[in-house]
């Protein structure tokens, strides 16, 4: 034992040891690093025991250094514990809900208190937006909440997102924050805040610390354009003007309308701005005099209420997984359209096509509710790709004889049952893939008899 335990040093190395294994057992595999430099820093201490042994004879001055060395390493275990707890408390006003944020780097603007005792007090006021000058990476990522009274907070309806940024677009700066919210979030005033401190910013009426690490402006062998997906974003900075850019990439954000700075990017030729929540079809696009492509795919819009007969560049219209039962009108207004994407939607049929669809090279249907291919398809002369998978057609009829510059066709996973002999009329037919399951061998020989030059692709369903 008293070689465990024979001096101040060995005792706390062996506790240090010791130490090791609740570590093990409350923090798994994933600390057995902190593990072996718990066990490293106890085996030291043996040594340096020993080390003492071995130097210092007087018996007197032994204890005097091993009771001062001791009493070092118990301090440096402390401040290490206290170094380790530190953490910022954000205190919120009593009956605060919503969301707020602290603005880090922004030059003139106060500095956040200072840490004491491993403990930083920050106080959210009633506006529930602190701008501070102070750098985020100055904060320990810790934190701990209350509310001004000390009442508790439901975590379970707080959130908090470390890494919110937003890049100034014509500067090279951005803007950094912490958000907070508590329960739900009806305006997001934090991010509009940092998109007013953007413009400031591009106005050089303000500086940031921080400078963007990677432009959302970028190139390809088209040109210039804007690349902001999935960046938390309710608005956009302006002077986008200022940008020669022919393309403006906007998916998967919060905006509930198309930004106001958008529109006048009199350059711009597509806009994607897919799978965000707007639900009111914006009618100032009919102003893109040069806009030929535009996704409203995974949005809010069911209809369209107002004149798209203006937009004559346009092309290339997407209108996908919205939940569609019908079609708005207007999008058959557009005079110069061919290529449509309406899948996976809610369609049960294709009676929406009339003659003003007549120059669709490209009509994307598939995921669907369509139970038939009725007459109405015979207007789409000019259509070369359709992609009709996933749906519940049972029968290619006479009249898809009409598709004549048809080029490729996909109508696996619907129950086909009939194919008309009226099909040998698509000449141009390169590639075709359906499901097999009820056709019989004779069907298929017919089929390949049929299509020459076209390669076709079975698959039988029941083995998906």
Not at 86 to 109: K, L, S, T
Not at 287 to 310: G, Y
Request: hydrophobic residues 40%; charged residues 25%.
């Amino acid at each position: 034992m008293k070689r465990l335990f024979g001096s101040a040093l060995k005792t706390l190395g062996f506790l240090t040891i010791l130490l090791s294994i609740p570590v093990t057992i409350l923090f798994g595999g994933w600390a057995i690093l902190l593990t072996l430099y718990i066990i490293g820093v106890g085996l030291l201490l043996y040594i340096v025991d020993y080390a003492i042994n071995f130097f210092v004879k007087d018996n007197k001055a032994f204890w005097r250094v091993q009771f001062s060395l001791g009493t070092i390493y118990i301090l440096l275990c402390i401040w290490t514990y206290m170094e380790w707890q530190e953490h910022n408390v954000i205190i919120f006003p009593n009956d605060f809900h919503g969301q707020a944020g602290i603005i880090f780097g922004i030059e003139g603007y106060p500095e956040l208190p200072k840490t004491r005792f491993w403990k930083r007090e920050i106080q959210i006021p009633e506006t529930g937006i602190i701008v501070t000058s102070t750098k985020e990476e100055e904060l320990v990522n810790r934190i701990q909440i209350s509310r001004t009274d000390n009442s508790p907070i439901n975590y379970g309806k707080f959130d908090w997102d470390a890494n919110f940024e937003i890049d100034c677009i014509i500067s090279d700066s951005k803007v950094k924050s912490w958000l907070f919210k508590i329960d739900s979030v009806e305006v997001e005033t934090v991010k509009a805040k940092m998109v007013q401190l953007c413009d400031d910013i591009s106005a050089k009426r303000i500086v940031s610390q921080y400078k963007s690490e990677y432009s959302v402006i970028t190139t390809d062998s088209k040109g210039t354009y804007l690349h902001l997906q999935n960046k938390g974003l309710t608005s956009l900075p302006g002077g986008l003007e200022k940008l020669n850019i022919y393309k403006a990439i906007l998916t998967g954000n919060n905006l509930s309308e198309i930004p106001p700075s958008i529109f006048k990017i009199n350059s711009l030729e597509e806009l994607i701005i897919a799978v965000n929540p707007i639900s009111v079809f914006p009618c100032d696009l009919s102003n893109f005099r040069r806009l030929k492509s535009i996704s409203f795919a995974e949005t809010n819009i069911k209809e369209i209420n107002c004149d798209l007969s203006r937009l004559d560049s346009l092309e290339y219209f997407d209108m996908a997984r919205n939940g569609l039962t019908k079609i708005p009108e207007q999008i058959k207004n557009i005079p110069n359209l061919t290529w449509l994407s309406l899948n996976d939607n809610e369609l049960t049929d294709i009676k929406f096509i009339d003659k003003r669809l007549s120059k669709l090279e490209t009509l994307y249907l598939y995921t669907n509710e369509i139970k038939s291919l009725s007459t109405e398809i015979k207007y789409l002369s000019n259509l070369r790709e359709l992609l009709i998978f996933d749906n519940k057609i049972d029968s290619l009829p006479d009249h898809f004889s009409s598709l004549t510059n048809l080029e490729k066709l996909e109508i696996w996973d619907n129950p086909i049952k009939y194919i008309s002999p009226e099909i040998a009329k698509l000449k141009k037919l390169k590639q075709m893939r359906l499901d097999d399951d009820n056709l019989t061998t004779q069907d298929k020989e017919n089929l390949k008899k049929w299509l020459p030059n076209c390669t076709i692709s079975f698959q039988t369903r029941a083995d998906k």
